[in-house]
Each structure stands twice: as structure tokens, then as C-alpha cells.
């Protein structure tokens, strides 16, 4: 008689798990390294855009077409922006902004601001076409600026808001006999407050710069 052979399950044979490395998974170590990686590209984008604000505007190139567009900004009675750049308009100089004149009574007025508010409005609505004919020394575009036969700095002139330099005599020299703003009273020359201004005696006048001007956007993004 032959021998039965044992019919009982035998156990399983075991095997070690095969390490993590050797299985070409990553092993995780929990989310440290991720919330770092996400910190650090926020703070080089908050940083890369604090040097774009700081860097100064790109020169207008001279000699070719004209700058030509909507107004986007008036800083005061003499300078503006198109396109992103800051032309100051030749040939006149207006109050700066924090600058007061004297009325024909003797009573201050904001001579700077009123200026600023009159090229503001006078722009406003109009397709400028400026001439570029050089850059100043806080890299400002110096140009002519005009709106088919509108000149807005003849304008600024005549109307006794800026002082003739070089050219608009004529009707500077209108707005003086008619006592028009700046000539109705005593006043200082824009040229002689900043001098002043340079010395302590007076306050700060509007030239912002692009960090400035962004820093003015931002505040009125979340004011709105």
C-alpha cells in the first residue's frame, strides 16, 4: 500500500519588500520642500517687479516718427506722459507744483497746480503728436507736442500758466500785457523756486519717478 501524500496547505513563502531605492519611486519626506520652492518664486516675483519699477524709462529714439498717443498723465504744467514716456514740452517753463504765485490783490494762489490742472484738461481727449528733439537730464523727453494746429505749450503760455524760454515771445508777451494768471501779480520764475527749493527753502516739486508713479497705481488699484 503506497504512502498518502500530506494534502495540508503549506505556508507562503516570504519575501522581503524590495526597497524604495531600488524601485526608482521618490521617497517623500512630507511638504517642507514645496511650500519653500513656493515662497521663493513669489518672493523673486515680488522682486523682479520692484526692479522693474525702479529701473528708469527706456530713451526715445531721435530722429524718427513721432510720439504719438493719448496723454496718460500730467505731472504739472510742463511735463507729460505717452506711451510710457515722460516728455517735458520745450520751449516754456511753468510753475512747479507746490509753487504759489501772487493775484493782482496780493492773496496767494497755487499758480503750480492750476497750471497742471489747465494741461490736464487741455489734453484731455486729444491724440498729441510730439516731436522729440532730445532728452534731459532726468531723462524726460524734450518735444513739441501738438494737436493738429493746437500747440499746447503756445497755449500754456499764452494763457500766462508758463514762462516763455526760447520760443512763444509773442504770446508771452500777450499774456503780460493782459495780466493773464502768472502776470497779474508777483511771482517767482519756476527757474528761481527750484533753486530755492534745491536750498532747503522750499518744498519738493512734481518730477515722480516710475517706482513713484507705480507705487500711485497700486494705491489706487486696491482704493477702488
Not at 526597497?19 to 517642507?32: D, E, F, I, L, M
Not at 492773496?107 to 532730445?134: F, I, K, M, Q, V
Not at 513739441?144 to 505749450?153: L, N
Request: proline content about 6%; overall charge positive; hydrophobic content about 40%.
Amino acid at each position: 500500500m503506497g504512502k498518502t501524500r500530506d494534502r495540508r496547505p503549506r505556508a507562503p513563502l516570504k519575501f522581503d519588500a524590495m526597497p524604495a531605492w531600488a524601485s526608482g519611486r521618490r521617497v517623500r519626506h512630507g511638504s517642507g520642500g514645496t511650500n519653500w520652492r513656493n515662497w521663493a518664486f513669489i518672493l523673486l516675483l515680488i522682486g523682479g517687479l520692484a526692479i522693474y519699477a525702479l529701473l528708469p524709462e527706456p530713451p526715445f529714439p531721435l530722429g524718427g516718427t513721432p510720439l504719438t498717443g493719448p496723454v496718460e498723465r500730467v505731472a504739472d504744467g510742463d511735463t507729460l506722459e505717452i506711451a510710457g514716456q515722460r516728455i517735458r514740452l520745450l520751449g516754456l517753463d511753468a510753475p512747479e507744483w507746490n509753487q504759489t504765485c501772487r493775484t493782482a490783490a496780493g492773496a496767494e494762489w497755487p499758480c503750480g497746480r492750476d497750471a497742471a490742472r489747465r494741461l490736464r484738461n487741455l489734453a484731455a481727449g486729444r491724440t498729441l503728436n510730439c516731436s522729440a528733439e532730445g532728452h534731459d537730464r532726468y531723462g524726460r523727453l524734450l518735444a513739441t507736442c501738438r494737436d493738429g494746429s493746437v500747440d499746447v505749450a503756445e497755449v500754456m503760455v499764452g494763457e500766462g500758466l508758463a514762462v516763455a524760454t526760447d520760443a512763444y515771445a509773442g504770446a508771452q508777451a500777450a499774456a503780460r500785457r493782459a495780466r493773464k494768471g502768472i502776470w497779474q501779480g508777483d511771482f517767482d520764475t519756476p527757474a528761481a523756486w527750484r533753486q530755492r527749493e534745491a536750498m532747503g527753502e522750499a518744498a519738493s516739486g512734481g518730477n515722480p519717478s516710475r517706482f513713484e508713479r507705480f507705487m500711485a497705481w497700486l494705491t489706487g488699484l486696491f482704493a477702488s
